[in-house]
């Protein structure tokens, strides 16, 4: 879409999955208002994550799509239909430009289905430059943005690409959420440590959330530790029993988990997509990395945000909790 063409009325992103990676497409949806105040903006995510496109104000419609539940029963009759279903409500609208900045051969799919008006067009990552190279085949126009950039920026630099602007706006998430309110919460100020991860290898050794738990205790702050499935809940608990001032928190819809960590003084968190949305909500962040680069998929705060964002560690090496408490304090102090 070159600079000179008439500016899109409507867009179509398409970032399917996973928390982390929606919440890093976050600034595209920012830039897009910015340069369009007038075109009506939608997104495709997958029915776990839509509540987060929800919070950004400058979003028109959140399409659900269900491609991890459907794909385990592809054959079933009820799939099927909730399949010509998704593609009707796809279809509702023609878009002129359908922006797929996942890079997945699902994502391209998706982007197969969408309906362009007479001008629009398909665009996402050049072959050499996607995920999964067989994508560039669903689309008009594939752009070759570097993979050595952090996500939040390749997404930018893809849509500024494909619209015809230079990638040179503030970086801003554009989500905010009031503070969760509820009776199960401490009185005082609470740090929220999010503990769980898909991954082995992306956890923080238990010994060492105990050595912050107690440091954080000594300047005034409960923990609060928030669980999904069934052994995260028990890992935390085990985890609660060894600290002075903890509290479990019961099941949150993203939402509610979004407003625990906009009141929080202070968040903690493994290589989880929490972690980086706490970083997009301007909170005061410490990422921890043992099994990914944070080079490339870091916690990444908005030029705006008077908090800070801190990564530490890297494949194999997790961070001493020394370093994470010293990093801790610098932020609440």
């Not at 992103?13 to 830039?31: A, I, M």
């Not at 609470?190 to 992306?202: E, F, G, N, P």
């Not at 819809?253 to 929080?264: E, F, P, R, V, Y």
Request: hydrophobic letters at 45%.
């Amino acid at each position: 879409m070159p600079a000179h063409s008439v500016p899109p009325r409507a867009i179509l992103l398409v970032k399917t999955s996973s928390l982390g990676d929606v919440v890093h497409n976050l600034p595209v949806l920012s830039d897009l208002r910015r340069k369009f105040p007038d075109a009506a903006i939608d997104w495709v995510v997958e029915e776990s994550f839509a509540e987060i496109p929800a919070l950004h104000p400058a979003l028109r419609r959140v399409i659900p799509v269900a491609l991890r539940r459907w794909r385990k029963a592809l054959w079933s009759a009820i799939i099927w239909r909730e399949l010509a279903a998704f593609r009707r409500d796809l279809q509702r609208q023609d878009y002129d430009l359908v922006l797929d900045t996942q890079g997945l051969v699902k994502s391209g799919l998706v982007v197969s289905q969408a309906r362009l008006s007479a001008h629009g067009q398909r665009c996402g990552y050049a072959a050499e430059a996607a995920r999964e190279p067989l994508a560039a085949r669903f689309y008009d126009a594939g752009f070759a943005i570097p993979k050595n950039l952090h996500a939040v920026e390749r997404n930018r630099c893809l849509a500024a690409a494909a619209c015809g602007y230079l990638p040179n706006l503030p970086l801003e998430y554009g989500i905010a959420t009031a503070s969760l309110t509820a009776s199960w919460l401490p009185p005082d100020p609470y740090a929220v440590l999010l503990i769980a991860t898909s991954r082995a290898d992306k956890q923080w050794p238990d010994h060492h959330w105990l050595e912050l738990a107690a440091a954080l205790a000594q300047r005034g702050l409960s923990c609060v530790l928030p669980s999904g499935t069934h052994a995260e809940r028990e890992h935390a608990q085990r985890l609660a029993q060894g600290m002075s001032r903890a509290v479990l928190a019961p099941a949150l819809s993203i939402t509610d988990l979004a407003g625990l960590c906009s009141g929080a003084r202070l968040v903690v968190g493994v290589d989880t997509g929490l972690t980086h949305l706490a970083a997009a909500l301007g909170r005061p962040t410490v990422a921890l990395f043992c099994g990914s680069d944070p080079q490339l998929t870091g916690v990444y705060a908005a030029e705006s945000s008077t908090s800070r964002a801190v990564n530490l560690g890297m494949p194999g090496v997790a961070p001493t909790a020394a370093d994470v408490i010293a990093a801790a304090v610098q932020l609440i102090d």
